[in-house]
């Protein structure tokens, strides 16, 4: 794999982390997140805290994949997309069934990371 091929992994990955921690700050209706958190058993300033928490993670992790690759870093991107797909699989089942596929997108984005921890130490 090429240092470009590289590069556009982690500028495609980069962006679904940003993109995904600023619709969740509030351009997806907050009402409605908090919906989904208290279906899981999450409620009150807990689902604020972990909503906006988890939206604050979600850039974090854009931007250090933009500015700090590393292996560590795709170990830590897995162990969230496995999670955030073990608590939805397990409280909100019907994602997998859901046309647009939100689930079912994690199994790219995993193996993006998966490329990038594989050839990490290419110069991007």
């Not at 990955?13 to 509030?26: D, K, R």
């Not at 997140?33 to 689902?47: D, P, Y």
Request: aromatic content about 12%.
């Amino acid at each position: 794999m090429s240092a470009a091929e590289i590069y556009r992994i982690r500028l495609t990955l980069a962006t679904v982390w940003l993109v995904t921690g600023v619709i969740s700050l509030g351009i997806y209706p907050v009402e409605e997140s908090l919906k989904l958190l208290a279906r899981i058993g999450i409620v009150g300033t807990c689902a604020l805290f972990t909503l906006y928490g988890e939206a604050l993670l979600d850039i974090a992790i854009g931007l250090l994949t933009l500015t700090k690759p590393s292996q560590r870093l795709w170990q830590v991107q897995a162990a969230i997309i496995v999670g955030y797909t073990a608590v939805i699989s397990v409280f909100l089942p019907e994602f997998w069934l859901h046309p647009f596929g939100p689930l079912l997108k994690n199994l790219p984005i995993f193996t993006l990371v998966w490329l990038l921890y594989r050839h990490e130490g290419i110069k991007s």
